[in-house]
């Protein structure tokens, strides 16, 4: 089976076909920083990542690009409240941006472009619709023609007409017509602003996409995604100005993940729910943040809220727990059979494996895939059961843990790191102090050792241990 996405441009699942055989180019939006990124901006960052990892371990060589929007009037409120430069607002925030994702175990883009350095592309892009008579320059404004990109409303299969009537557009005499959008907005005062052939200003949202896309990927990609809220009229509107532009079908595949809500209900400043990327993740971990984005299937929307939080981190245990369970019985287990993995492990590790894909090769699916890294721990344990295990097929099990978190983008062996050498050494020292029957000093580490969230677990191939 192919890889499939829903495409929203077609509303159908369809079999993935790059442009060119064994390369992606992708392209996801990123942020207007002016500002910490909230929890729903979290989501697509991580459903993207795990795509883009997916995409990789398939065989796929992926370039993925993801701008950060710098220009823009909030940016601007903000320089102009703080008597800073939109410059130094923008970076302050885009610096937060990164280790944000970075706590998500997001990979960095491998292109991560800004506005500000890529005016020069953005004028020249807008010079270009003019000259082909797709826009138009209104008293240092310059508009985008809707009415002349006869395919305008096929991304958020509304029709003109509808959207003539029923988009929100502030009354512009400027206008030609109320659905064009601007490309160029004139200089207004204590605002950033560039020299261009229609005078001082600066670029409007939608043409910058279209033109940092151009720039680093070229006049086609293969995969544009973002979230739902940006598909009009932020897409609508990229796709019928680089079409404009270019001649060409600007995205082959375009995905939108579904919108997050805060116990049931829409995030919003007024509702008191708007809740930081940063503080959650300070407060639960970025592990298990980025778990939970992924229990649920990315186009749905998803509900956020302590109890489901709750839920994932005893899942997210379950898997590390048979990881260390599997590491520990490597130790005891029988040296390699000179015949390798027996058949019956093998077979089961090859179908786990194969189901995994299937799932994933299915519009990204990554909550059936969890339930199959679920059904990885199942057979593990039943395995672990047996008196006679052999190293081989113990880490067969674990390298299968680690090879399909990994493609989640949660990292199993980063947890052996966990143990500095100080709780090594009283991991040690208790474990001499229980040979010694002291069990006073080797409660006292034990408890200690709860202090720094190590909780210790005797067994009868040795002490477990796991973090709180």
Same mark, same amino acid.
């Given at each position: 089976?192919?890889?499939?996405?829903?495409?929203?441009?077609? #509303?159908?699942?369809?079999?993935?076909?790059?442009?060119?055989?064994?390369?992606?180019?992708?392209? /996801?939006?990123?942020?207007?920083?002016?500002?910490?990124?909230?929890?729903?901006?979290?989501?697509?960052?991580?459903?993207?990542?795990?795509?883009?990892?997916?995409?990789?371990?398939?065989?796929?060589?992926?370039?993925?690009?993801?701008?950060? @929007?710098?220009? &823009? &009037?909030?940016?601007?409120?903000?320089?102009?409240?703080?008597?800073?430069?939109?410059?130094?607002?923008? &970076?302050?925030?885009?610096?937060?941006? =990164?280790?944000?994702?970075?706590?998500?175990?997001?990979?960095?883009?491998?292109?991560?472009?800004? /506005?500000?350095?890529?005016?020069?592309?953005?004028?020249?892009?807008?010079?270009?619709?003019?000259?082909?008579?797709?826009?138009?320059?209104?008293?240092? $404004?310059?508009?985008?023609?809707?009415?002349?990109?006869?395919?305008?409303?096929?991304?958020? %299969?509304?029709?003109?007409?509808?959207?003539?009537?029923?988009?929100?557009?502030?009354?512009?005499?400027?206008?030609?017509?109320?659905?064009?959008?601007?490309?160029?907005?004139?200089?207004?005062?204590?605002?950033?602003?560039?020299?261009?052939?229609?005078?001082?200003?600066?670029?409007?949202?939608? !043409?910058?996409?279209?033109?940092?896309?151009?720039?680093?990927?070229? $006049?086609?990609? &293969?995969? %544009?995604?973002?979230?739902?809220?940006?598909?009009?009229?932020?897409?609508?509107?990229?796709?019928?100005?680089?079409?404009?532009?270019?001649?060409?079908?600007?995205?082959?595949?375009?995905?939108?993940?579904?919108?997050?809500?805060?116990?049931?209900?829409?995030?919003?400043?007024?509702?008191?729910?708007?809740?930081?990327?940063?503080?959650? !993740?300070?407060?639960?971990?970025?592990?298990?943040?980025?778990?939970?984005?992924?229990?649920? %299937?990315?186009?749905?929307? !998803?509900?956020?809220?302590?109890?489901?939080?709750?839920?994932?981190? =005893?899942?997210?245990?379950?898997?590390?727990?048979?990881?260390?369970?599997?590491?520990?019985?490597?130790?005891?287990?029988?040296?390699?059979?000179?015949?390798?993995?027996?058949?019956?492990?093998?077979?089961?590790?090859?179908?786990?494996?194969?189901?995994?894909?299937?799932?994933?090769?299915?519009?990204?699916?990554?909550?059936?895939?969890? @339930? /199959?890294?679920?059904?990885?721990?199942?057979?593990?344990?039943?395995?672990?059961?047996?008196?006679?295990?052999?190293?081989?097929?113990?880490?067969?099990?674990?390298?299968?843990?680690?090879?399909?978190?990994?493609?989640?983008?949660?990292?199993?062996?980063?947890?052996?790191?966990?143990?500095?050498?100080?709780?090594?050494?009283?991991?040690?020292?208790?474990?001499?102090?229980?040979?010694?029957?002291?069990?006073? #000093?080797?409660?006292?580490?034990? $408890?200690?050792?709860?202090?720094?969230?190590?909780?210790?677990?005797?067994?009868?191939?040795? /002490?477990?241990?796991?973090?709180?």
């Amino acid at each position: 089976m192919s890889i499939q996405f829903t495409n929203t441009l077609t #509303r159908k699942k369809e079999a993935f076909v790059p442009l060119e055989p064994g390369k992606v180019k992708m392209y /996801v939006c990123g942020p207007t920083v002016y500002n910490y990124i909230h929890i729903g901006n979290a989501r697509p960052a991580i459903v993207f990542d795990t795509l883009r990892r997916y995409l990789k371990y398939r065989g796929f060589e992926v370039t993925f690009v993801q701008n950060i @929007t710098d220009v &823009d &009037d909030k940016l601007i409120r903000v320089a102009n409240e703080e008597g800073i430069t939109v410059k130094e607002v923008a &970076d302050r925030y885009t610096d937060a941006f =990164n280790e944000d994702l970075r706590n998500l175990n997001v990979m960095p883009p491998d292109i991560q472009p800004r /506005v500000m350095q890529t005016i020069p592309e953005i004028i020249q892009f807008i010079e270009g619709l003019i000259e082909k008579g797709y826009a138009y320059e209104s008293e240092g $404004d310059v508009y985008f023609r809707t009415g002349r990109f006869a395919e305008y409303g096929k991304l958020s %299969h509304q029709p003109l007409d509808e959207l003539q009537v029923g988009a929100r557009v502030e009354i512009n005499e400027k206008k030609e017509n109320p659905l064009d959008f601007a490309l160029w907005k004139s200089a207004k005062p204590g605002e950033v602003t560039w020299s261009s052939p229609w005078g001082e200003g600066r670029p409007g949202w939608h !043409i910058e996409c279209s033109a940092m896309a151009l720039t680093f990927l070229g $006049d086609q990609i &293969d995969i %544009h995604a973002g979230g739902a809220d940006l598909v009009f009229p932020h897409h609508e509107n990229e796709i019928a100005q680089s079409e404009c532009y270019t001649g060409k079908v600007f995205a082959r595949y375009w995905l939108h993940n579904g919108m997050l809500n805060i116990n049931n209900e829409k995030m919003s400043k007024s509702l008191g729910n708007f809740l930081l990327a940063r503080d959650l !993740i300070q407060h639960y971990g970025g592990e298990l943040i980025r778990f939970f984005m992924l229990q649920g %299937h990315y186009r749905n929307p !998803i509900n956020f809220s302590n109890d489901l939080l709750e839920q994932a981190a =005893n899942g997210l245990e379950r898997i590390k727990t048979a990881y260390a369970n599997l590491g520990h019985r490597l130790q005891t287990a029988r040296a390699e059979e000179p015949n390798g993995l027996a058949q019956e492990q093998k077979e089961v590790i090859a179908a786990l494996r194969e189901r995994f894909v299937t799932e994933m090769d299915d519009d990204l699916n990554t909550a059936n895939a969890i @339930t /199959v890294v679920y059904d990885v721990v199942k057979e593990a344990n039943l395995y672990l059961r047996n008196q006679n295990v052999g190293q081989v097929e113990v880490q067969a099990y674990r390298d299968l843990l680690v090879e399909l978190t990994g493609v989640l983008g949660l990292e199993l062996a980063q947890a052996e790191g966990l143990l500095d050498s100080e709780v090594e050494a009283l991991i040690a020292e208790r474990t001499e102090a229980r040979k010694s029957r002291n069990f006073a #000093r080797a409660d006292e580490i034990r $408890d200690l050792l709860s202090e720094k969230g190590i909780l210790l677990e005797d067994t009868p191939q040795g /002490v477990r241990w796991r973090r709180k």
